[in-house]
């Protein structure tokens, strides 16, 4: 069974730096796609980067130049460094990966505050 663990959430002030992590069990395969979504209190889930099996990344505009996404796939690990952070960044972060069948983890909290 897949099951993906996300750590690395916590407070932090704005203008500091965080990073999560997603490491993802069960799988004897890397996935195709990786990547992080959020969701703030109140609000829907929301996409914030993706990053392939080869490594080719992208970004929503609201973490662009902020937010990197990079991964480790002989761990199966992808990871997401957050840097220059605002109180709006303050949400749940779900790690997604996906190739065929999709799954989430249970999320990690970032507060961010001002």
């Known amino acids: 069974q897949v099951q993906l663990v996300e750590s690395g959430g916590g407070l932090v002030q704005a203008g500091g730096s965080l990073r999560l992590s997603c490491a993802a069990s069960?799988?004897?395969?890397?996935?195709?796609?990786m990547g992080w979504y959020r969701q703030a209190p109140g609000k829907q889930r929301d996409w914030v980067a993706t990053?392939?099996?080869?490594?080719?990344?992208n970004y929503a505009d609201s973490v662009k130049g902020r937010f990197t996404i990079s991964r480790d796939n002989a761990k199966n690990t992808v990871y997401l460094q957050m840097n220059s952070l605002k109180p709006e960044d303050t949400a749940v972060y779900y790690c997604?990966?996906?190739?065929?069948?999709?799954?989430w983890g249970k999320g990690t909290l970032v507060t961010v505050s001002s």
């Open positions: 990053i392939t099996n080869g490594g080719s990344t």
């Open positions: 069960g799988s004897s395969f890397s996935f195709n796609n």
């Open positions: 997604r990966a996906w190739g065929g069948m999709a799954y």
